[in-house]
């Protein structure tokens, strides 16, 4: 049975760095499409990292430089390291896994979707001081 769960979410003041973990079972994640999203109140989820089984990965424009998705095969453990972190990025974070990474890769299409198939619980992120 597939199953994704988030851990590492907290408060952290403006600047800071946070590592989100995602573990996975039931499947391996390398051979899959992941992903890392977020829904803050009153707004649409958004993706906001992901990454495909070629290790191609992509990121937000409101995330890039500062964030960065990777796994750990071995663990099959999915990652976000959130660094110089900012208020709007308070949200629940999401991660997800897809089948259709393949696809996506050989046609050229953006990881950066919401429409993955398979979805954790989320864990919160507060940036404040």
């Known amino acids: 049975q597939l199953q994704l769960v988030e851990s590492g979410g907290g408060l952290v003041q403006p600047g800071g760095s946070l590592r989100l973990s995602c573990a996975a079972s039931?499947?391996?994640?390398?051979?899959?499409?992941m992903g890392w999203f977020r829904q803050a109140p009153g707004k649409e989820r958004e993706a906001v990292a992901c990454?495909?089984?070629?290790?191609?990965?992509m990121y937000a424009d409101s995330v890039k430089g500062r964030f960065a998705i990777s796994r750990d095969n071995a663990k099959n453990l999915l990652y976000l390291q959130m660094n110089r972190l900012k208020p709007e990025d308070t949200a629940v974070y999401f991660c997800?896994?897809?089948?259709?990474?393949?696809?996506?890769?050989?046609?050229?299409?953006?990881?950066?979707?919401?429409?993955?198939?398979?979805w954790g619980q989320g864990t919160q992120v507060t940036v404040s001081s």
């Open positions: 039931g499947f391996s994640l390398d051979n899959f499409a």
């Open positions: 990454i495909l089984s070629n290790d191609d990965s």
């Open positions: 997800a896994v897809d089948e259709r990474g393949a696809i996506w890769t050989v046609m050229g299409l953006s990881c950066l979707r919401t429409d993955f198939g398979s």
